[in-house]
């Protein structure tokens, strides 16, 4: 079990923070472009449910798979979203995502008066301690990132 | 445990058949006196509540009956507009039906092309190499199981997330089309399905999946 990479969005599709540790293949576009395509399919993948489902929905997106990857969707009530590529054996991650929210974004950014909201964060700490809590999650692999 | 619907889009994004097997019923009906104490407003052709949630009511739900007449889109069945009749408070009492909006067809074509291009972005943003589009996604309402074949026709499957076996549904969908699409010499390749023998055989293997909740080996 691997985990790919992490995305940070906030509610204006701004990507407030990037990460990777076992990614094999890049998209073949900038980066920027990259956030924007993610975002953007979110966003599609959003409204297609809302949509499509046949009963009125709580939580909404969870999570999608290919024949290689699954990506798993953490949405906050205030329009932050946590995005987590991993491969196919990992289960439902919500918590994982909840608490990369709730105790690193919220405690390091949102409550730290350097970090200005609505741009990329910055932030040496909470880059640091965001890779070692993914680090230390029990299907991060062991192998070398 | 229920399978929702089929869908299958050919391989430029079309809609070429949809069937809606099982629509669970989110409905409710109440009686109101003069001031609505619901804001309502138009969208697409729709009544739909913008404000004003309660009693099963909720935010993005329609007016589907009043007075037991059914509506559609803004006009009830006997040509009355809907936002009028509700803003004369000589039509009080009035008992409103509300429920989740129903797909039209237009909107379906509209999703199922919008899938096939998320399916595309989604092989197109992963980690890995060689990856397919969507297979699987996941909500706390409803999977969507996606079958994409060498040829390129996807078949999309909702059903509930405790359904089992959908995966072999999906090939067993693919084994009705071959059959009964293709094999029928008046089925012109990429147009919309209409042949009778498929949609009695695609009814009766979801029926089974349905029972089942899994199809045995080599079946």
Excluded at chain 1, 64 to 80: A, N, V, W
Excluded at chain 2, 124 to 148: A, N, R, V, Y
Aim: aromatic content about 12%.
């Amino acid at each position: 079990m691997t985990v790919h990479n992490l995305y940070l969005f906030d509610r204006n599709g701004v990507c407030l923070h990037y990460s990777e540790w076992h990614r094999k293949k890049q998209a073949g576009i900038p980066k920027e472009e990259e956030y924007k395509l993610m975002y953007g399919m979110l966003f599609s993948i959003r409204s297609f449910v809302s949509k499509m489902s046949p009963l009125d929905m709580k939580d909404g997106f969870l999570a999608f798979q290919t024949s290689r990857y699954k990506l798993h969707y953490y949405e906050t009530p205030t329009g932050i979203k946590v995005v987590m590529n991993t491969d196919l054996g990992v289960g439902p991650i919500r918590d994982v995502l909840h608490h990369i929210y709730s105790a690193l974004y919220v405690e390091l950014v949102v409550k730290n008066p350097l970090c200005p909201l609505g741009q990329t964060v910055q932030s040496e700490l909470f880059r640091s301690r965001l890779d070692s809590y993914v680090r230390s999650l029990p299907f991060f692999s062991a192998r070398a990132g | 445990m229920a399978i929702f619907s089929v869908y299958v889009v050919n391989k430029a994004g079309g809609l070429i058949y949809q069937l809606d097997s099982y629509a669970p019923r989110s409905e409710a009906e109440k009686t109101f006196s003069y001031p609505l104490d619901l804001l309502l407003k138009l969208h697409d052709e729709r009544v739909l509540v913008a404000f004003g949630q309660r009693d099963g009511i909720r935010v993005g739900h329609a007016v589907l009956a009043i007075n037991g007449v059914d509506v559609n889109g803004r006009y009830t069945a006997d040509g009355k507009e809907v936002l009028e009749y509700l803003g004369n408070p000589g039509n009080y009492p009035v008992s409103i039906r509300f429920g989740r909006p129903r797909l039209t067809s237009n909107e379906k074509l509209m999703l199922a092309s919008m899938f096939h291009s998320l399916f595309a972005i989604g092989s197109q943003l992963s980690p890995e190499q060689g990856s397919s589009g969507i297979e699987m996604l996941e909500t706390d309402t409803f999977k969507l199981h996606c079958f994409q074949t060498l040829t390129g026709i996807k078949f999309v499957v909702l059903a509930d997330p405790r359904q089992a076996g959908i995966d072999s549904l999906l090939r067993k969908i693919y084994e009705i089309y071959s059959d009964f699409a293709l094999k029928n010499p008046f089925y012109s390749l990429e147009m919309p399905i209409r042949c009778e023998l498929f949609d009695q055989n695609l009814k009766l293997a979801l029926e089974v999946a349905e029972k089942a909740g899994t199809f045995g080996p080599g079946s």
